[in-house]
Protein backbone atom coordinates (compact mmCIF):
# COMPACT_ATOMS: atom_id res chain seq x y z
CA UNK A 1 0.00 0.00 0.00
CA UNK A 2 1.51 3.57 -1.24
CA UNK A 3 0.71 5.07 2.07
CA UNK A 4 2.85 2.66 4.43
CA UNK A 5 6.33 3.49 3.63
CA UNK A 6 8.52 0.55 3.73
CA UNK A 7 11.25 3.01 5.19
CA UNK A 8 11.28 3.72 8.86
CA UNK A 9 11.52 7.85 9.82
CA UNK A 10 14.15 9.36 10.83
CA UNK A 11 12.32 10.42 14.19
CA UNK A 12 11.59 7.32 15.76
CA UNK A 13 8.62 8.65 17.19
CA UNK A 14 7.36 9.55 14.03
CA UNK A 15 4.68 7.69 12.06
CA UNK A 16 5.70 6.35 8.35
CA UNK A 17 4.67 8.70 6.54
CA UNK A 18 6.00 10.88 3.23
CA UNK A 19 7.24 13.88 5.04
CA UNK A 20 8.68 11.77 7.90
CA UNK A 21 10.65 9.68 5.49
CA UNK A 22 11.50 12.63 3.44
CA UNK A 23 13.71 13.86 6.65
CA UNK A 24 16.32 11.12 5.38
CA UNK A 25 16.98 14.24 2.59
CA UNK A 26 16.37 17.49 4.28
CA UNK A 27 18.20 19.39 1.13
CA UNK A 28 15.74 17.35 -1.19
CA UNK A 29 13.01 18.10 1.02
CA UNK A 30 13.49 21.64 1.20
CA UNK A 31 13.51 21.64 -2.76
CA UNK A 32 10.58 19.66 -2.81
CA UNK A 33 8.35 21.70 -1.23
CA UNK A 34 10.19 24.95 -2.74
CA UNK A 35 9.37 23.25 -6.24
CA UNK A 36 5.47 22.31 -5.06
CA UNK A 37 4.77 25.64 -3.14
CA UNK A 38 5.27 27.45 -6.47
CA UNK A 39 3.36 24.92 -8.59
CA UNK A 40 0.69 25.61 -6.23
CA UNK A 41 1.08 29.17 -6.05
CA UNK A 42 1.42 29.94 -9.94
CA UNK A 43 0.52 29.06 -13.14
CA UNK A 44 -1.78 28.81 -15.96
CA UNK A 45 -4.22 26.42 -14.06
CA UNK A 46 -7.06 27.80 -11.11
CA UNK A 47 -6.26 25.99 -8.17
CA UNK A 48 -9.49 23.79 -8.31
CA UNK A 49 -8.43 22.47 -11.41
CA UNK A 50 -5.23 22.01 -9.72
CA UNK A 51 -6.73 20.06 -7.00
CA UNK A 52 -9.46 18.09 -9.53
CA UNK A 53 -6.03 16.72 -11.30
CA UNK A 54 -4.29 15.68 -7.71
CA UNK A 55 -7.59 14.20 -6.68
CA UNK A 56 -8.01 12.19 -9.69
CA UNK A 57 -4.52 11.04 -9.76
CA UNK A 58 -4.39 9.90 -5.55
CA UNK A 59 -7.27 7.88 -6.02
CA UNK A 60 -6.20 6.26 -9.29
CA UNK A 61 -2.40 5.57 -7.97
CA UNK A 62 -4.26 4.54 -4.23
CA UNK A 63 -2.40 7.42 -2.41
CA UNK A 64 -3.94 8.26 0.66
CA UNK A 65 -3.10 11.92 0.14
CA UNK B 1 -1.85 20.91 -31.80
CA UNK B 2 -1.94 18.43 -29.09
CA UNK B 3 -2.96 18.24 -25.48
CA UNK B 4 -3.19 22.29 -25.17
CA UNK B 5 -5.77 22.65 -22.99
CA UNK B 6 -4.80 19.95 -20.65
CA UNK B 7 -2.20 21.77 -19.96
CA UNK B 8 -3.50 24.84 -19.69
CA UNK B 9 -1.79 26.56 -22.91
CA UNK B 10 -3.81 27.39 -25.36
CA UNK B 11 -3.04 28.24 -28.87
CA UNK B 12 0.89 27.13 -27.82
CA UNK B 13 1.89 24.59 -30.68
CA UNK B 14 2.90 21.37 -29.96
CA UNK B 15 6.73 22.05 -30.95
CA UNK B 16 7.02 25.15 -28.33
CA UNK B 17 5.11 23.36 -25.86
CA UNK B 18 7.72 21.43 -23.86
CA UNK B 19 11.33 22.33 -23.70
CA UNK B 20 14.33 20.87 -22.15
CA UNK B 21 14.61 21.24 -18.17
CA UNK B 22 18.12 20.24 -18.43
CA UNK B 23 20.66 21.31 -20.98
CA UNK B 24 21.96 18.89 -23.56
CA UNK B 25 19.84 15.74 -21.72
CA UNK B 26 17.04 13.97 -21.65
CA UNK B 27 17.65 12.67 -18.14
CA UNK B 28 15.23 15.22 -15.83
CA UNK B 29 13.14 15.14 -18.91
CA UNK B 30 10.77 18.25 -19.92
CA UNK B 31 8.75 21.28 -18.52
CA UNK B 32 5.62 23.01 -20.42
CA UNK B 33 6.50 25.93 -21.74
CA UNK B 34 3.45 27.44 -19.96
CA UNK B 35 4.88 26.49 -16.97
CA UNK B 36 8.39 28.24 -17.18
CA UNK B 37 8.14 29.64 -14.18
CA UNK B 38 8.78 25.84 -12.55
CA UNK B 39 11.73 25.73 -14.69
CA UNK B 40 14.19 26.67 -11.96
CA UNK B 41 12.94 24.88 -8.74
CA UNK B 42 12.29 21.89 -11.13
CA UNK B 43 16.10 22.16 -12.21
CA UNK B 44 17.23 22.80 -8.60
CA UNK B 45 14.93 19.93 -7.16
CA UNK B 46 17.10 17.45 -10.24
CA UNK B 47 20.02 18.66 -9.58
CA UNK B 48 20.14 17.88 -5.80
CA UNK B 49 18.26 14.67 -6.49
CA UNK B 50 20.74 13.68 -9.34
CA UNK B 51 23.56 14.33 -6.62
CA UNK B 52 22.28 12.72 -3.76
CA UNK B 53 21.55 9.24 -6.08
CA UNK B 54 24.99 6.79 -5.29
CA UNK B 55 27.30 6.02 -8.05
CA UNK B 56 25.49 5.79 -11.42
CA UNK B 57 22.32 5.11 -9.94
CA UNK B 58 20.71 8.52 -11.01
CA UNK B 59 21.52 7.33 -14.97
CA UNK B 60 20.45 3.51 -14.45
CA UNK B 61 17.32 4.96 -12.94
CA UNK B 62 17.07 7.27 -15.86
CA UNK B 63 17.99 4.66 -18.34
CA UNK B 64 15.25 2.07 -16.84
CA UNK B 65 12.68 4.47 -17.14
CA UNK B 66 12.93 5.74 -20.03
CA UNK B 67 13.28 2.65 -21.57
CA UNK B 68 9.88 1.23 -20.57
CA UNK B 69 8.04 4.67 -21.79
CA UNK B 70 9.74 3.63 -24.72
CA UNK B 71 11.89 7.38 -24.55
CA UNK B 72 15.26 7.83 -25.77
CA UNK B 73 18.23 6.96 -23.64
CA UNK B 74 21.47 6.85 -23.24
CA UNK B 75 23.99 3.35 -23.18
CA UNK B 76 25.94 2.68 -19.58
CA UNK B 77 27.45 -0.68 -19.97
CA UNK B 78 27.03 -3.96 -17.81
CA UNK B 79 25.14 -3.58 -14.49
CA UNK B 80 26.32 -4.40 -11.30
CA UNK B 81 24.26 -6.44 -8.98
CA UNK B 82 23.26 -3.51 -6.98
CA UNK B 83 22.46 -1.32 -9.62
CA UNK B 84 20.56 -4.39 -11.11
CA UNK B 85 18.29 -4.47 -8.22
CA UNK B 86 17.87 -0.56 -8.80
CA UNK B 87 16.95 -0.95 -12.65
CA UNK B 88 14.41 -3.75 -11.59
CA UNK B 89 12.59 -1.16 -9.56
CA UNK B 90 12.75 1.40 -11.45
CA UNK B 91 11.54 -0.43 -14.40
CA UNK B 92 8.71 -1.57 -11.99
CA UNK B 93 7.86 1.58 -10.51
CA UNK B 94 6.81 2.97 -14.12
CA UNK B 95 4.52 -0.29 -14.78
CA UNK B 96 2.77 -0.25 -11.88
CA UNK B 97 4.65 0.68 -8.39
CA UNK B 98 2.13 -1.62 -5.94
CA UNK B 99 3.97 -4.48 -7.93
CA UNK B 100 7.35 -3.05 -6.47
CA UNK B 101 7.41 -6.61 -3.92
CA UNK B 102 8.76 -6.63 -0.20
CA UNK B 103 11.72 -9.08 -1.74
CA UNK B 104 12.80 -6.24 -4.48
CA UNK B 105 13.29 -3.43 -1.77
CA UNK B 106 15.02 -6.18 1.03
CA UNK B 107 17.59 -6.22 -1.71
CA UNK B 108 17.98 -2.81 -2.38
CA UNK B 109 18.17 -2.44 1.57
CA UNK B 110 20.76 -4.59 1.30
CA UNK B 111 23.38 -2.38 -0.94
CA UNK B 112 21.88 0.98 0.07
CA UNK B 113 21.20 2.61 3.30
CA UNK B 114 17.78 5.34 3.44
CA UNK B 115 18.70 8.25 2.90
CA UNK B 116 20.35 6.84 -0.62
CA UNK B 117 17.12 5.05 -0.67
CA UNK B 118 14.89 8.17 -0.69
CA UNK B 119 17.32 10.03 -2.98
CA UNK B 120 16.70 7.44 -5.49
CA UNK B 121 13.28 7.03 -4.89
CA UNK B 122 12.83 10.52 -5.65
CA UNK B 123 14.74 10.04 -8.88
CA UNK B 124 12.44 7.23 -9.70
CA UNK B 125 9.59 9.85 -9.89
CA UNK B 126 11.05 12.84 -10.95
CA UNK B 127 12.23 10.18 -14.00
CA UNK B 128 8.92 8.71 -14.09
CA UNK B 129 6.61 11.78 -14.40
CA UNK B 130 8.58 13.88 -16.61
CA UNK B 131 8.93 10.86 -18.56
CA UNK B 132 5.43 10.59 -19.45
CA UNK B 133 4.82 14.38 -19.27
CA UNK B 134 7.45 13.78 -22.18
CA UNK B 135 5.38 10.87 -23.98
CA UNK B 136 2.03 11.88 -23.90
CA UNK B 137 2.76 15.53 -24.64
Redo the contacts between chains.
Sequence with gaps: MSTSPRLAPVDPNARSVFGSILAHQPGLAAAFFELYAEFWNRGVLDHASKETVRMRNARITDCGY | MRSASV???EGVEFTNLFYKAKEGGANVGVVPA??E??HP??T??GD??EG?CPGRTAEVISNAIRSALGLTRNEIGDLTAAESTVHMIAEQFVID??GVT?RQ?AALKQHYD??Q???ML?RMALADGLGKLEKVG
Excluded: T
Aim: aromatic share 12%; proline share 4%.
Design positions: LGAANHLYLSLKVAVHDFEPIVAF
